[in-house]
């Protein structure tokens, strides 16, 4: 598609319980990235792909997140056993190619919260 | 990696007046420098960018003008619009392609 599409829109879940969010990103793109917005509007990267290749996971947490861009499916964030500190929103984005000046689109991201 | 500072954090301008924010950033090796509007429940939507072999960049409205030698560049926005409220980034790409996010600005047209 012509935008980053996110699902679900808001997720709610409790505490110790998994959560997966999806992404399918613009079509022709090959770089996605998952970013996370806590209060106060700050953003925090997590994670890049290249196809279905990791690209950066310097900002992904060690234990309990993981991620998946596979061939013809959207992309997937995973959060094993859920802390309140995981409510967020956690936004997609795609761009054509990975060279630094390229534009990245994002998504409408994944409201999560966390009873 | 790349360390950046956006000011104000606040910004109310009355309709028709110009509103214009200001980021700065540390990797001097930088060489794009994109502006984002983030509208309530919504993602954030690229609205201008910059090439670091150009000084300025404007398009209708909106204008992005780039100090290398200072390491900053700022947004500005002309005949401001009660739709131009909004929470504005700065975000420019780390070395590993990553948007570093400005801790936002808050733009308030008052009618």
């Known amino acids: 598609g012509e935008e980053v599409a996110q699902t679900p829109k808001h997720l709610v879940r409790g505490e110790g319980q998994k959560a997966k969010l999806y992404c399918a990103p613009i079509?022709?793109?090959?770089?996605v990235f998952w970013y996370q917005q806590v209060l106060k509007n700050e953003f925090k990267f997590l994670i890049s792909?290249?196809?279905?290749?990791?690209?950066?996971e310097t900002g992904m947490p060690k234990e309990r997140f993981s991620a998946k861009c596979l061939p013809n499916s959207p992309c997937s964030l995973e959060i094993q056993a859920t802390k309140l500190e995981d409510s967020a929103v956690y936004f997609c984005?795609?761009?054509?190619?990975?060279?630094?000046?390229?534009?990245?689109?994002f998504g409408d991201g994944t409201r999560l919260s966390i009873l | 990696g790349e360390n950046v500072e956006q000011h104000p954090s606040t910004l109310s301008v009355q309709e028709g007046d110009s509103a214009v924010i200001k980021c700065t950033y540390s990797?001097?090796?930088?060489?794009?420098f994109p502006w984002y509007k983030q509208e309530l429940g919504k993602g954030p939507q690229l609205i201008i960018d910059?090439?670091?072999?150009?000084g300025e960049k404007k398009d209708q409205r909106i204008a992005v003008t780039l100090n290398k030698t200072a390491k900053h560049f700022s947004l500005h926005i002309t005949e401001t619009q009660p739709e131009d409220s909004a929470v504005y980034f700065c975000?420019?790409?780390?070395?590993?392609?990553?948007?570093?996010f400005g801790s936002g600005t808050r733009l308030q047209v008052q009618p």
């Open positions: 984005a795609s761009s054509q190619t990975g060279t630094s000046n390229q534009p990245q689109h």
């Open positions: 079509k022709g793109h090959s770089y």
């Open positions: 792909f290249q196809n279905e290749n990791v690209f950066d």
């Open positions: 990797d001097s090796a930088s060489n794009y």
């Open positions: 910059i090439r670091s072999n150009v």
């Open positions: 975000a420019p790409p780390s070395g590993r392609r990553a948007l570093t």
